[in-house]
């Protein structure tokens, strides 16, 4: 990602719906689905799509498409963290 922005804690806490996270060439990743939706909260993968148009078009259609954090794409940096800390409500 040429933009890459990252975000806070504080502004992690405040998406609603998953983001999404190109996994091409991580061991876990699904090679013929390699774009991820990833669970806001808690890193966990919620799908997986062979592009990411697909993914951002799920994203839009189960989490809102006037969320822009639905089809935010992250660094793989984020879904560590999160995966490793957890949010908790």
């Keep these: ?23 091409t060439g991580r061991p876990e990743a699904d090679p013929l689905n390699p774009w991820e939706i990833i669970n806001n909260n808690n890193g966990e993968i919620l ?23 639905n089809t ?3 660094p793989w940096e984020t879904v560590d963290r999160l995966r490793k800390n957890p949010n908790t409500f």
């Design 1 to 23: 990602m040429a933009d890459e922005q990252k975000l806070t804690d504080e502004e992690l806490d405040g998406i609603s719906g998953g983001m999404i996270f190109n996994a």
């Design 47 to 69: 799908g997986r799509f062979p592009n990411r148009d697909a993914a951002c078009e799920y994203a839009k259609k189960v989490y809102g498409k006037h969320d822009s954090y």
């Design 72 to 74: 935010l794409e992250v």
